[in-house]
């Protein structure tokens, strides 16, 4: 039996096809970052080594306000089930854009955007200077002086 062309080009298709509706169910994370830094760089490959199972789709905002704007807009239509976010501009634009998905975020000096939302979870990049003292004692019993 032989196959045509066309036919042998509608079973290409099809298989081509067959991953993508695979993938379908899985839940879709959407990593938003501010910068192309190496500490930038580092948090998102920990983070695509570590959450598998998802499809993800990175894009990184850069430095111009308008040009992330302009595709933080285009993102919105976007069905996603968490945004991860690390940076300032990355977090705002998540925060504004997707309000009402989950999102993790990172290195960001200013989270009010998202106060008293339940769904929105971080690490801060501000030390709380207490709590690094109490566990310098913990660590160092006799310190009495300390210089930073």
């Not at 930038?40 to 959450?51: G, R």
């Not at 285009?74 to 998905?101: H, K, M, P, T, W």
């Amino acid at each position: 039996m032989t196959l045509g062309r066309r036919t042998f080009l509608v079973g290409l298709g099809a298989l081509a096809l067959r991953p993508s509706l695979a993938r379908a169910d899985r839940p879709t994370v959407l990593v938003l970052s501010s910068d192309t830094s190496a500490r930038t760089q580092t948090l998102v490959e920990s983070f695509k080594a570590n959450v598998t199972d998802v499809t993800r789709l990175s894009y990184e905002l850069g430095a111009e306000e308008d040009a992330a704007a302009f595709l933080a807009d285009n993102l919105r239509e976007l069905q996603v089930s968490l945004v991860f976010a690390i940076g300032d501009r990355a977090f705002l634009a998540a925060a504004r854009e997707y309000v009402n998905v989950p999102m993790l975020y990172t290195d960001v000096t200013d989270t009010s955007a998202v106060s008293g939302r339940e769904d929105a979870v971080g690490l801060s990049v501000r030390v709380d200077p207490l709590a690094a003292l109490t566990r310098l004692q913990g660590l160092l019993p006799r310190m009495t002086t300390l210089g930073a």
